[in-house]
Every structure is written in structure tokens, then in C-alpha cells.
């Protein structure tokens, strides 16, 4: 099956810094790709997404970069703000059909003011 | 539009006890899946549903089972709760890959 790996488990930025966290997935036939964000004591929210016919994908201050070659892709969040503090998941659609999704382990940005 | 809701939010067990955590969506979406989250190890599906009257395992199934009587309502069961079932499950819905989460329900197994 798909397996999903995430770099790094931990990352704290300056406030208006960048911070990129980065996925490989192992399943060449995976073609979607989302990230959420999960806030302390709440459900993971979809922040953004993006499929393998797509390179790269923008909104507002976050984008996703996809490199299906390498099977790798890459969250990058700019000029970070305190309330971008949270932990991020990458995940891969496995499993044609019941659009089972892999997740990573996961990432805990800090924000420092 | 409540989106995904879960009940109840916290519950505490003993070791044997049953019990059955309710989702329900009002998204009118065919698939939903139940996870546990527990710390490091992301997010791990348990059983799945593609409509009503479905199921299907996950990743984790052992332990637990799963009924989709209705199309809104996913329910998961744990016929007799041991302390390794003590985690945070999550339930989503979805109409394709997107899927959405509800807020999720801590459970503690004693």
C-alpha cells in the first residue's frame, strides 16, 4: 500500500518567516495530494490541495509544489504569523475507488512573535 | 450546515466495556471513514464506508466495527474497550477525494 513520509516532526520559524515541510509518497499511482492543518483540540482542516496533473498550486500566503518524478511534494507557507502555529498533515490518495487517503505523521510549526 | 459532527465529544471506559461513537454529515456525501490519531503516528484509518448499507477495513480494523444504516450516519463500535483503544478518533465524509473531518471525540480506556 501507500506510505507517506514527512519532514521535519518539528519546525519553529520567526514570525514572517517562511516554513516549507516536505512529503514523499511511495504509490506512482497516487494523484492527489492535500494538506491540513489541525489546531489543538480540533479536526484536521483542508487548507489545500493539489493533483498530479498540477505542479504547483497558490493561495494567498501558502502554496504546494508536487514533483512526480521524484514523488515528493512540498508545503511552503510565507510570511508566517502566529496563527499559523499548528500541526500540518500531508496525505496521498490510495485505492482506487474509495478515495482512502495515506497521511503523514505530521509537522508542529511554531510560530515565534 | 453543521458540516461533520461527532458525539460524544469525551468518554471515559473500563477495560471491557462497550460502546458506539456516532458521526453524522449533512453533506449528503456517499463515503465516510473513521480514524484514530494518537501521538506520532498521524492519522490511521480503521474502517471505511463507500454508501449506505457498505463497509470496509483499513489500515486498523481489529477491535472495532462499523455500521451504515443511513446515509448521513457512520457509527463505530467497540464491543469490549481495551487501554490500547484509548485515542482520539476523527470521523470524515466526502463526495470524492476531499475529505471532511469532524471535530472528534477523545476516548479513555481504563
Known amino acids: 500500500g501507500e506510505n507517506v513520509e514527512q519532514h521535519p516532526s518539528t519546525l519553529s520559524v520567526q514570525e514572517g518567516d517562511s516554513a516549507v515541510i516536505k512529503c514523499t509518497y511511495s504509490d506512482s499511482a497516487s494523484n492527489y495530494f492535500p494538506w491540513y492543518k489541525q489546531e489543538l483540540g480540533k479536526g484536521p482542516q483542508l487548507i489545500i490541495d493539489?493533483?498530479?496533473?498540477?505542479g504547483e498550486k497558490k493561495d494567498q500566503r501558502i502554496a504546494v509544489t508536487l514533483n512526480k518524478t521524484a514523488k515528493h511534494f512540498s508545503l511552503h507557507i510565507t510570511e508566517t504569523q502566529p496563527e499559523d502555529s499548528a500541526v500540518y498533515f500531508c496525505?496521498?490518495?490510495?485505492?482506487?475507488?474509495?478515495?482512502?487517503?495515506?497521511f503523514g505523521k505530521g509537522t508542529k510549526l511554531s510560530v515565534i512573535p | 450546515n453543521a458540516g461533520v459532527t461527532q458525539t460524544p465529544k469525551f468518554r471515559v471506559l473500563k477495560t471491557g466495556q462497550s460502546m458506539t461513537l456516532l458521526c453524522a454529515q449533512d453533506m449528503n456525501h456517499e463515503y465516510m471513514y473513521w480514524y484514530r490519531q494518537d501521538p506520532g503516528m498521524g492519522l490511521r484509518l480503521i474502517h471505511y464506508?463507500?454508501?449506505?448499507?457498505?463497509?470496509a477495513k483499513g489500515e486498523v480494523p481489529d477491535g472495532y466495527n462499523v455500521s451504515r444504516l443511513k446515509k448521513q450516519n457512520f457509527l463505530l463500535g467497540l464491543e469490549s474497550a481495551a487501554p490500547s483503544q484509548t485515542s482520539v478518533y476523527f470521523c470524515?465524509?466526502?463526495?470524492?477525494?476531499?475529505?471532511?473531518f469532524g471535530p472528534g471525540t477523545r476516548l479513555l480506556v481504563l
Open positions: 496525505a496521498a490518495v490510495s485505492g482506487a475507488g474509495s478515495y482512502q487517503l495515506t
Open positions: 493539489i493533483r498530479s496533473n498540477v
Open positions: 464506508s463507500v454508501g449506505e448499507g457498505t463497509t
Open positions: 470524515a465524509s466526502s463526495w470524492a477525494e476531499t475529505q471532511y
